[in-house]
């Protein structure tokens, strides 16, 4: 059955005694250089890749962030070894994987659609990697008990792939890319096909997965949520290219492009022009003629016209009107059960919503049709480049 | 009480599209039935007769096609002789029907794999392209054959046109043309269900190998011919049965000098006018087929193991 190869794989950082031995803190696991993707010839070209540079630091969980085809999965598939750059290079620990085939890669990857072997039982699932790199039949065996273990499935290591839920294929699939121990695991919108429940449940593990392997781990997603609850670092990508790359909070606290803000939370867009600026901090008057303080990132120069960025929960409502930063006039009130947002038509015409948290005590009630003002945090309001 | 009748009814309900399922196979069941089956039984029945002098049977029971099949009649003192002659054509016809399918598996998976892997549209084209030879008849196509190989064919008129050889290769009427038709009848026999398999292989199973450090031949036997296992079976049946009954190919390609089993049995019916021998030939080689099939499906069945 095994078909005896050595491979010269890269040694790899070792977790399954419980250790975790980083290679060298703060290193990059991976370095994307300048890589471009372009698919079809002559007139029909598309890059899908259009110029992209990342680091992805060592034991970290980075995620890819994008609207559906942005680039994310053809970035991760390059990664993997599925495709080729057309222009570029990858670097794996300071070498250039990008020309290799995918075996020849330590890399590995959990696939969207799974893509567990259907003739074969759970347990051969998980061996297969280790087969295919040539090692001992005893190795193999320990670290797939190993495996089952670490992902909960130690009474199912017999069953067809065929004869078990979604959620236990998505396990599975983690174990069989997580087993030859590699450098970095790729992760292609794995929860995508899970029910709300279950998805939660398996973002928590994947992050113990994470945090017990001490694999770097790149997860692409759709989903923003999943992103700003899950990763270390964010890389928010829109046609072909990334726009930022931050913490979660950086990317929510501090979106350098009006569409990093767009996708990512609500955000209220108010336009305006600048009047004066001074270090880092622009006067902007709205369309109501009333003026705010609004910050903006370093390297943007903000003039003339522009867009003012507010969340709707940096803001909140006042009932006198005279008082706020802004005013305007309570259009709707919709209850979440947490919170309630507040839809109020502002006197420049523009639509702005404020979201409170719901509590017990010191309920704050407005009724539609009130004349209202708006008050932001400090530091709520950004000026973004378009 | 009403969820108990509610099952009552659905196992009435059950039982009536049961009995409709059988109605609508009941046509079918006529045709082979009355084609089929009563052709075989009549079959068994006049290999157990005597031949008349000029063809056809006589009414009493005679198990002597069955004895002529391995041993020869003395003329004289009527003492029974081995003669293995009908035996060699036997194991003659496994032989080309063996290499046949094993020949036509090798040519035809990496065809089927390329077709599989086309885009949607140009799979159909391809498809066409397989089944084109279906449209004329497999005589004229066999006799097409013939002109190319023959002396004067076109093969030999090249080569010697271009100077590689002096004297035409003599191709026609031997094993190696029968080969050739035999072959070249059976291809798309083995393709088509190769396709078919092939094509709802999911692919991503094969990057999904390679990521897990597969090469590609260990993809090939680990990934894609398991999974393509039952196009497997249904080629190989599909080819080395009719091979093995091969009729109109041996009989044009081999001159009537290199027998298959179809050759001999059409033989029994004609000049041989024999028809209880013919009888008994047809029943041993369906025998011999159910047993080897027997054993060819245990074999294989076991290690289809998925839906």
Partial sequence: MTIKQERNLPQRAGFLNGVIVPEQPGKNAIEVRGVRKVFGTGEAQVAALDTVSVSIRENEFFTLLGPSGCGKTTLLRLIAGFDFPSAGEILLYGEDIAPLPPFKRPVNTVFQSYALFPHMTVADNIGFGLEMLGKPKAEIKARVAQMLKLVKMEALAGRRTSQISGGQQQRVALARALAPQPKVLLLDEPLSALDYKLRKEMQIELKRLQHETGITFIFVTHDQEEALTMSDRIAVMSAGKILQVGSPRDIYDRPAERFVADFIGETNFLKGTVVSKKSGVATVKLASDATVAAGFPDNFDPTGAVTVVVRPEHADLIADASKGTVAGTLANVVYFGTDTHYHVKLDGGDNFIVRHQNSRSGAVTFEPGAKVGIVFEDDGARILKD | ?307
């Fill in chain 2, 1 to 307: 009480m009403a969820l108990s009748q509610a099952a009552l009814f659905e196992a009435k309900a059950e039982k009536a599209s049961a009995r409709r399922n059988r109605l609508l196979s009941l046509p079918a069941l006529i045709v082979i039935g009355i084609f089929g089956v009563l052709p075989l039984l009549i079959i068994l029945v006049y290999s157990f007769l005597q031949a008349a002098p000029y063809g056809g049977v006589q009414w009493k029971f005679s198990t002597d096609a069955y004895l002529n099949f391995l041993f020869q009649q003395d003329i004289f003192d009527d003492t029974l002789q081995f003669t293995p002659d009908f035996l060699i054509i036997y194991l003659r016809s496994f032989l080309f029907a063996v290499v046949t399918t094993i020949v036509c598996l090798l040519l035809g998976f990496p065809t089927a794999y390329f077709m599989a892997t086309r885009t949607p549209a140009q799979r159909n084209w391809w498809v066409l392209l397989i089944t084109i030879p279906f449209w004329s008849n497999l005589l004229v196509r066999t006799l097409a054959i013939m002109f190319i190989i023959r002396d004067e064919g076109l093969i030999n008129n090249l080569l010697m046109g271009l100077g590689v050889i002096e004297k035409p290769i003599t191709m026609l009427y031997t094993n190696f043309a029968i080969q050739l038709g035999l072959l070249y009848s059976f291809l798309p026999f083995m393709i088509l269900p190769l396709y078919a398999s092939l094509e709802k292989l999911d692919f991503r199973l094969v990057e999904a190998a390679n990521d897990l450090y597969a090469t590609r031949r260990q993809v090939l036997w680990r990934v894609i011919i398991p999974l393509s296992l039952p196009g497997i079976i249904a080629g190989c049946l599909l080819v080395f049965i009719p091979a093995l009954g091969a009729y109109v190919t041996p009989l044009i390609l081999g001159g009537g000098i290199h027998l298959m089993i179809g050759d001999l049995i059409a033989q029994q019916f004609g000049s041989g006018r024999n028809w209880p021998l013919g009888c008994a030939q047809a029943l041993i080689l369906m025998a011999a087929v159910l047993v080897a099939l027997y054993f060819y499906v245990r074999n294989t069945s076991g290690k289809i193991q998925h839906g």
